[in-house]
């Protein structure tokens, strides 16, 4: 493990733990009221355990490339673009431009898709694991609720129990390793 990415894990630990804590208190509520406040208490669970799945993917990549690693998001980004003579497209305007893979460094917090597939490029995640994350990363998208075209009342223990399997596969990678 690279020398720097030892100091926050003890933290990210107890960050673990206490949010494992507040995923029982959650559940706890859920199991006294009925209706869409069990929801509201199973969907706050939801975004507990899917917080700890995106820490631990993020951890685990921290373990391999260090907090100066760099990973590729597989996008480019185009630089330098000059416009072309209208005689090439007179419809539309055409540009040439120079590009270049996008790279994000560990440290700037790379995006939770992002993460991902790096766990999965550097073979830190089998391809079931890799789209089980998938799973528990756009259920956790539903935060953006204006993103949403229903009302997003469908939180159950059922849901919650799939998605902490998961994060127990993951805890488990991250605390053998």
């Given amino acids: ?15 673990i733990e206490w ?25 706050l669970a939801t ?13 685990l990549l921290i ?9 590729s998001t597989g996008d480019y980004e185009t630089y330098e673009c000059s416009l072309l003579p209208k ?3 007179p419809q ?15 440290r700037k917090n790379p995006d939770f898709a992002v993460l991902n597939r790096a766990c999965l490029k550097e073979k830190l995640l089998s391809e079931k694991l890799f789209k089980k994350v998938e799973s528990v990363r756009k259920i956790r998208n539903k935060i953006h609720i204006q993103g949403l075209d229903y009302i997003d ?5 059922n849901n919650l129990v799939k998605l902490a399997d998961v994060m127990n596969s993951l805890l488990s990678l991250y605390y053998v390793s």
């Fill in 1 to 15: 493990m690279p020398s720097n990415a030892k100091p926050n894990e003890s933290i990210l630990r107890g960050n």
């Fill in 87 to 89: 005689t090439f497209c």
């Fill in 63 to 71: 373990r391999k490339l260090g907090i100066d690693g760099v990973i």
């Fill in 47 to 59: 975004l507990l355990v899917a917080s700890i799945v995106e820490a631990v993917v993020h951890a």
């Fill in 19 to 43: 949010h494992i804590e507040l995923i029982a208190v959650q559940i706890r509520h859920a199991e006294k009221v009925k209706g869409r406040a069990r929801s509201g208490y199973y969907k």
């Fill in 92 to 106: 539309e305007d055409l540009v040439i431009c120079k590009r270049r893979s996008e790279n994000i460094q560990m």
């Fill in 153 to 157: 009342r469908s939180y159950t223990k």
